[in-house]
């Protein structure tokens, strides 16, 4: 019988690398067809320290590509996924149901280790881009439009 709801990743990354993965803290920035994906299978895979910031409530044509339900349809994005993570593994995330600006992004940012740009629009990324470069934060940008897709 499993020890911990991680056993197979402990089996097959070791212990200490699952409970390294867990201190880690990822900021995911977009909850649609890529964040809110990628941020399921981040805790699925240990990571229990992840922030996610969308503004958008999920809609009916979101329900095909987005791990949401038929029943999230008019809820924020991120509290949609929030409870959908915590369901599934038990694992609480942070929530931002805001537009990330120049003005709140030093707060929304603070103490992650790791900012992956799932946002499907150029402003918010270029914001994304520049801050990362200045306050030496890695920011991974993740991209997809029609069938091309682009990791940075």
Same mark, same amino acid.
Request: hydrophobic content about 40%; glycine content about 6%; aromatic content about 6%.
């Given at each position: 019988?499993?020890?911990?709801?991680?056993?197979? /990743? =402990?089996?097959? @990354? #070791?212990?200490?690398?699952v !409970?390294?993965?867990? &201190? +880690?803290?990822?900021?995911?920035? %977009?909850?649609g067809?890529?964040?809110?994906?990628?941020?399921?299978?981040?805790?699925?895979?240990?990571?229990?320290?992840?922030?996610?910031?969308?503004?958008?409530r999920?809609?009916t044509?979101?329900?095909?590509?987005?791990?949401? /339900? =038929?029943?999230? @349809? #008019?809820?924020?994005?991120? !509290?949609?996924?929030? &409870? +959908?993570?915590?369901?599934?593994? %038990?694992?609480?995330?942070?929530?931002?149901?805001?537009?990330?600006?120049?003005?709140?992004?030093?707060?929304?940012?603070?103490?992650?280790?790791?900012?992956?740009?799932?946002?499907?629009?150029?402003?918010?990324?270029?914001?994304?881009?520049?801050?990362?470069?200045?306050?030496?934060?890695?920011?991974?940008?993740?991209?997809?439009?029609?069938?091309?897709?682009?990791?940075?």
């Open positions: 019988m499993a020890n911990s709801k991680f056993h197979h /990743e =402990e089996i097959h @990354r #070791g212990k200490d690398l !409970a390294k993965l867990a &201190r +880690k803290h990822i900021t995911v920035c %977009g909850c067809a890529i964040g809110s994906n990628l941020v399921e299978n981040l805790v699925r895979q240990g990571f229990t320290k992840i922030r996610v910031i969308d503004m958008d999920v809609e044509h979101n329900l095909n590509t987005q791990i949401f /339900e =038929e029943s999230d @349809r #008019g809820a924020m994005k991120v !509290a949609a996924c929030q &409870r +959908k993570v915590f369901k599934a593994v %038990g694992t609480e995330i942070e929530t931002e149901d805001k537009e990330l600006k120049s003005a709140n992004i030093k707060k929304f940012l603070k103490g992650t280790d790791l900012v992956v740009d799932a946002f499907d629009n150029s402003a918010s990324r270029k914001l994304l881009y520049d801050y990362g470069k200045e306050n030496k934060i890695s920011v991974l940008h993740i991209g997809l439009e029609a069938s091309y897709c682009e990791v940075v």
